[in-house]
């Protein structure tokens, strides 16, 4: 499994945190940035990430704002992608193993660094159930021919 992680100028320091976090469990993390935290626009590193996601089915993406709502937002307008916005490990687990979550949104600004580690160790040992929730994500991902997806 491949991971993908962006922010915007308010998450910089929970990437920094995460990637090294992953790096230390032996997981390969691609950071597509950004670097500094010179103001950017959030939806433009939801894209990039979105984009690598969409390309391979076998990898999964971390991305992180402020509050964890605009990146979700803007992630979900992508075909394919299940973002979940998690302030728990309850809802870390519930993400993927009800919801199939394929992108992690995390909010710098409202969850503290003891409750990401929390929230990414549940994501990491959690997987998808199937079963009587596969039929829901089928729904869901049916739901992005309903409407015009621009991406
Ligand atoms: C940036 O100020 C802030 O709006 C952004 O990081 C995010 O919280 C948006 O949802």
């Known amino acids: 499994m491949k991971y993908f992680i962006a922010s915007d100028h ?18 390969e993390i691609v950071d597509m940035g950004p670097e500094t935290k010179e103001r ?28 964890g709502i605009g990146m979700s937002m803007a992630a979900n307008k992508f075909d394919g992608i299940r973002a979940a916005h998690c302030h728990n490990e309850y809802s870390a687990k519930m ?3 009800h919801n199939d979550a394929n992108i992690l949104c995390l909010g710098e600004r409202v969850t ?14 959690h997987s998808f159930e199937g079963g009587r929730h596969a039929g829901r994500v089928e729904k869901i ?8 997806c621009r991406v």
């Open 95 to 97: 993400a993927r193993e």
């Open 10 to 27: 308010a998450g910089v320091d929970f990437k920094v945190f995460v990637k090294e976090l992953f790096t230390q469990k032996g997981y």
């Open 141 to 148: 991902n049916a739901l992005a021919t309903m409407g015009s």
């Open 40 to 67: 950017v626009d959030y939806p433009d590193f939801a894209s990039k990430v979105c984009q690598e996601v969409q390309k391979d089915e076998n990898s999964k993406g971390i991305l992180i704002c402020g509050t």
């Open 112 to 125: 503290g660094l003891g409750m990401v580690e929390e929230i990414i160790e549940s994501w990491l040992t």
